[in-house]
């Protein structure tokens, strides 16, 4: 487990879990990070301090977890990490690249071509087919799309006999699994998760997880995930943990059990 100074995340020694890759260790290409970030919604005596100067690294090449109890800042944080949320004070990098430096032209690009977010809703376009639902970043973007790594996401994820199928002809999970190749297609050095086994049944909920796992170990992919599963948050190399804002914890190598006696001992639900 790391160690914290305040809201600050200090790394541990070299060779530990966290130290040679997880949440508390050093940014690998991929990866992202934040300085004092803070994020207040609203003014006066009604504002709300979602972040409380919340540093921490998210490294490449891992899956990170990210739990909390209600109202603790979870998805707040994946939000101004991926770009989809301007923090109010302190600092975003993504791959080494400060997002608050960015115009908005810049910052449409980069989201669309180096992270990836797997939205709980899906979010797939019902008319088009699942091929068509995956390739429509590079669509987007006026970009051909690299037939191999296509072809390798496609095998990984299972889709290779769905690919015609519009979404409203695919499973939970079969739609979950065309978002997840959307999010991967253009190989973006981060893949956010928000709660993406929420709407799904318990086995389509492990399928996915197993395939975002599966991501990181076979496609050396960068995922965060935030969960309110201490199950799901097992499938993690580390997990953060948030409460009012600020990062409490960070666990290595998490096991369910360990997951859910820590967040009972925030005393609350994720």
Known sequence: MTKSRGNDVEAPPAGSAAGAGGAGGGAAEGGARTERLTKVYGT??????????????????RFTAIMGPSGAGKSTLMHCVAGLDAPTSGRVFVGGVDLGGLPDAKLTRLRRERIGFVFQAFNLLPTLTARDNILLPTTLAGAAP??????????????????????????????????????????????????????????????????????????????????????????????VFLADGKIVDIMDAPTQDRVLDRMRGLGGAA
């Open 44 to 61: 006066g005596s009604t504002a709300v301090r979602a972040l409380d100067g919340v540093t921490v690294t998210l490294p490449g090449g």
């Open 146 to 239: 690299d037939r191999e790594w296509f072809d390798t996401v496609v095998r990984t994820l299972g889709l290779g006999e769905r690919l015609g199928h519009r979404p409203g002809q695919l499973s939970g999970g079969q739609q979950q699994r065309v978002a997840l190749a959307r999010a991967l297609i253009t190989r973006p050095e981060i893949v956010f998760a928000d709660e993406p086994t929420g709407n799904l049944d318990s086995r389509t909920g492990t399928e996915v997880l197993a395939l975002l796992r599966g991501s990181v170990d076979d496609l050396g992919q960068t995922v965060a995930m935030v969960t309110h599963d201490p199950a799901a948050a097992a499938h993690a190399d580390a997990v």
